[in-house]
């Protein structure tokens, strides 16, 4: 076997695979934050229990993919930590915020809670807001075009829509009542906005780049790609019908939060077959950006311990936790 080949493949699927994780992960935590002022302080109080018990799990998936870039990727890891330094900062400093706002609205009187709610929607939204334009900026290569940065800007919105959907789609399946109700609005009202957005950047991104365009659009692959965004349009529809209906069935309300993370890892799919075999678009491979292969070997050996047990943790605390949400409160 040609380990020099295959590794650096082992790895980007890993990378992939982590990445995409986080998304679906954090990404509902996120957009609960993002919907808290919109509630009660009743109902606050639920939407973090609802994410109480896995947000710092969730983050852990951030932590591993920087990781697994740092190791597996130095030189694209250069590019583009080198490019999106300042955001990457700000990200950072939004991620204390919100864990900051996390805790102490918890401690925090009546009078100081709001502040501590305000805090951690802004630390939610800042992080959206951030990833989406460092997400938007990789797919342009960091170009500097007037289209590179608009195609970002559009992307920095999406993300923090998307988040906003997954988000109430989860304390649909989480909670009851009347937040309950209200989560079935809210993710109403954000399907919209997520649709076309996911449209119009499905539309774009073939247009940032001549690989891309060729790779989706000449013949027999547009055949074979075809499926990946139909799939993912057909889920989406799929999550607007059952958000119509005001079915009881506690196991229909989990259907929209899946089908959005379904139709969320197709989109990571489709970006994956834009990219291959790039590591930075058409400026790096992935065997040019990989590490030795004896990095990559040691560095196999470690993920294989890690990842399964993140990936245990990760299923118990959800196993454990399951049910409907309740008040977070700290002895």
Sequence with gaps: MDWAYWLPLVFLGLLGFVMTVYVLLDGFDLGVGMLM???QADEQNVMVGSIGPFWDANETWLVLGAGVLFIAFPKANTIVLGNLYLPATFMLFCLIVRGAAFDFRVKADDHHKDLWNIAFMMGSAGMALTQGWMLGRYVTAFGTEVSDYLFALGIMLTVPAVYTLLGACWLLAKTEGALQAKARTWANQAWWPVAVCLLLISLATPYISHDVFGRWFTLPNMFYLAPVPLLAGVFMLRVKQLLRREDTQSLRFWQPFILVALSLVLC???????????????????????????TLAVTLIGVSVTVPCIIAYSIFSYWAFRGKASNLKYG
């Design 37 to 39: 002022p919109r509630a």
């Design 268 to 294: 990571a799919l489709g970006l994956g077959i834009s990219l291959f075999p790039y590591a930075v678009i058409g400026r790096l491979d992935v065997w040019e950006a990989a590490a030795s292969t004896p």
